[in-house]
T-cell receptor
Framework: ETGVTQSPTHLIKTRGQQVTLRCSSQSGHNTVSWYQQALGQGPQFIFQYYREEENGRGNFPPRFSGLQFPNYSSELNVNALELDDSALYLC??????????????FGPGTRLTVT | AQSVTQLDSQVPVFEEAPVELRCNYSSSVSVYLFWYVQYPNQGLQLLLKYLSGSTLVKGINGFEAEFNKSQTSFHLRKPSVHISDTAEYFCAVSVDTGTASKLTFGTGTRLQVTL
């Protein structure tokens, strides 16, 4: 069983640029959630995708967007990068069955630095 | 909206001593509760979860937690810690009906185990 993988592991971007982060869900999982973890903080929920549709969003502006593909891999896109976007971005996958799921499996994260 | 408070940002403890990491939550509805561990430069790993039933929950690596509804607490305990338990620990809550995958995290507690 393959776990959750994320790419790249590290990334450096300049303010104003756009970035795409990628996540490959654990085999058999149909839901992916993205979290932002600033240095010294707990992760904050960005949004979740279930069967390719957004299924809930946290307090993040529209320049944070995502996609989930038929194979349940996912992308997080951030436009017009700001310095405060520097953080560890975590992807988590889970299996939602009959509207119930109780455990998320996290990937190792992508460390984004905006200069 | 729900929130999570981890009362201690850092907990130093000697090896083989017991430890308790405190977590309090705020919610007007029923909750699901989780503890995650994060080792340096890694993602999050689930230690244990409370969904319903017995208020004493046992997890991996010898950890356990007790759900106390009247005190809105979910403290994590281990009777004897090891050097390898040094890590960041996050308490999290979810209140979504039917799915527990949109997590609200606390700010974390750094457990530092020394000889």
């Amino acid at each position: 069983e393959t776990g959750v993988t994320q790419s790249p592991t590290h990334l450096i971007k300049t303010r104003g640029q756009q970035v795409t982060l990628r996540c490959s869900s654990q085999s058999g999982h149909n839901t992916v959630s993205w979290y932002q973890q600033a240095l010294g903080q707990g992760p904050q929920f960005i949004f979740q995708y279930y069967r390719e549709e957004e299924n809930g969003r946290g307090n993040f502006p529209p320049r944070f967007s995502g996609l989930q593909f038929p194979n349940y891999s996912s992308e997080l896109n951030v436009n017009a990068l700001e310095l405060d976007d520097s953080a560890l971005y975590l992807c988590a996958s889970s299996l939602v069955w009959d509207r119930e799921d109780y455990e998320q499996y996290f990937g190792p994260g992508t460390r984004l630095t905006v200069t | 909206a729900q929130s999570v408070t981890q009362l201690d940002s850092q907990v130093p403890v000697f090896e083989e001593a017991p430890v308790e990491l405190r977590c309090n939550y705020s919610s007007s509805v029923s909750v699901y509760l989780f503890w995650y561990v994060q080792y340096p430069n890694q993602g999050l790993q689930l230690l244990l979860k409370y969904l319903s039933g017995s208020t004493l929950v046992k997890g991996i690596n010898g950890f356990e937690a007790e759900f106390n509804k009247s005190q809105t607490s979910f403290h994590l305990r281990k009777p004897s810690v090891h050097i390898s338990d040094t890590a960041e620990y996050f308490c999290a809550v979810s209140v979504d009906t039917g799915t527990a995958s949109k997590l609200t995290f606390g700010t974390g507690t750094r457990l530092q185990v020394t000889l």
